[in-house]
């Protein structure tokens, strides 16, 4: 497993973990059009909401379930030809990236947080992270990435947020995740840490604090963070 590590990370620092789709960039909807276009050429319907359902959750887990929902089955060479294809829709999309893909405030709280020497690593399900964070020109903001290509364990496991932790030399009560999806807040509950979720607050009313996006979070309430 080869990770990539950009600083010198500080001791006795908080680790703030962001996940990548949804969070710092909006790829969902490419997801979105890309697993509608996969579903919709074996026969299966495919809606938003159940697109919701696959934020934060692997490739592999994403297909399985989509299979479930059309009631189909299909041998493994075929499955494996499947991914491979979502994957090159998605990646078409992707390849057309820049710094205008990234949301809101998301520069400025990476910037603060870089400012008051705190440790930042990516948690993210995506096999294709640092390709995008390259693409938008933000790869050299995080000390450490972890990603779909260093672990085992989709989402809600804590596999993904538990390495990023030990990536960070940083304990996981002292870990802030930012998050999504329903599978990452509930992967960074298991982890022990302070889950943050990013969107709407009925869906992610298991995290600990609620945003609607980063233009909501004050560099106070950061502080806070820093301060626990």
């Not at 908080?14 to 979105?32: E, Q």
């Not at 999806?181 to 840490?193: C, D, H, P, R, Y």
């Amino acid at each position: 497993m080869q990770l990539h590590i950009k600083k010198k990370l500080y001791m006795n620092k908080k680790g703030f973990i962001f996940d990548l789709d949804g969070v710092i960039v909006d790829t969902a909807k490419y997801h979105f059009l890309a697993w509608k276009k996969l579903a919709n050429s074996i026969g299966v319907d495919f809606s938003e909401a159940q697109n919701e359902q696959l934020k934060g959750v692997s490739r592999i887990k994403s297909l399985e379930m989509i299979l479930e929902w059309g009631n189909k089955k299909i041998n493994e060479e075929e499955f494996t030809a499947l991914m491979a294809k979502k994957n090159d829709d998605y990646l078409s999309h992707i390849a057309k990236m820049d710094a205008q893909e990234i949301l809101p405030d998301v520069p400025k709280v990476l910037d603060y947080l870089t400012q008051e020497k705190q440790a930042i690593s990516l948690g993210s399900a995506s096999k294709n992270a640092r390709m995008i964070l390259e693409k938008v020109h933000l790869i050299n903001q995080f000390d450490a990435i972890v990603d779909g290509n260093d672990v085992i364990k989709g989402k809600p496991n804590p596999e993904v947020f538990l390495k990023a932790a030990k990536e960070l030399n940083t304990a996981a009560k002292d870990c802030i995740v930012f998050e999504d999806s329903v599978a990452g807040v509930q992967a960074a509950n298991s982890a022990n840490m302070i889950s943050i979720g990013i969107g709407d607050k009925e869906i992610l009313h298991e995290a600990d604090y609620v945003f609607r996006g980063f233009t909501k979070i004050s560099t106070q309430f950061i502080e806070e963070l820093i301060r626990k």
